[in-house]
């Protein structure tokens, strides 16, 4: 099992950038899957972002694609979301998610989910 905590969620003007982080707790991190959804309001839970245990493979939506880096840090138990050129469209609750193994772009294939962070983007 593995507990997830988001943080670096705020305010930004568009054309900004923000990072968000999700701190891991236990020793099975490195062979979790990670993903990165986020859901606004009247809006179903989107997919955004997922990465590999090792993180030698990544994916993205495409309203993301080329904006926004997903990483990690394996020895620090860390997953990272880089956002740049962020739209108002990007206002959203973001929220880590882990699975072992395999990543997925379905929000029902995670198992473990983070409390979400806040992400609010002024035109």
């Known amino acids: 099992q593995v507990q997830l905590v988001e943080s670096g969620g705020g305010l930004m003007q568009a054309g900004g950038s923000l990072r968000l982080s999700c701190a891991a707790s236990?020793?099975?991190?490195?062979?979790?899957?990670m993903g990165w959804f986020r859901q606004a309001p009247g809006k179903a839970r989107e997919f955004v972002a997922s990465?590999?245990?090792?993180?030698?493979?990544?994916n993205y939506s495409d309203s993301v694609k080329g904006r926004f880096t997903i990483s990690r840090d394996n020895a620090k138990n860390t997953v990272y979301l880089q956002m740049n050129s962020l739209k108002p469209d990007d206002t959203a609750v973001y929220l880590c998610?882990?699975?072992?193994?395999?990543?997925?772009?379905?929000?029902?294939?995670?198992?473990?989910w983070g409390q979400g962070t806040q992400v609010t983007v002024s035109s």
């Open positions: 998610a882990g699975r072992r193994f395999a990543m997925s772009g379905r929000y029902v294939d995670y198992p473990y």
């Open positions: 236990g020793r099975t991190f490195s062979s979790y899957a």
């Open positions: 990465i590999t245990w090792s993180g030698d493979s990544t």
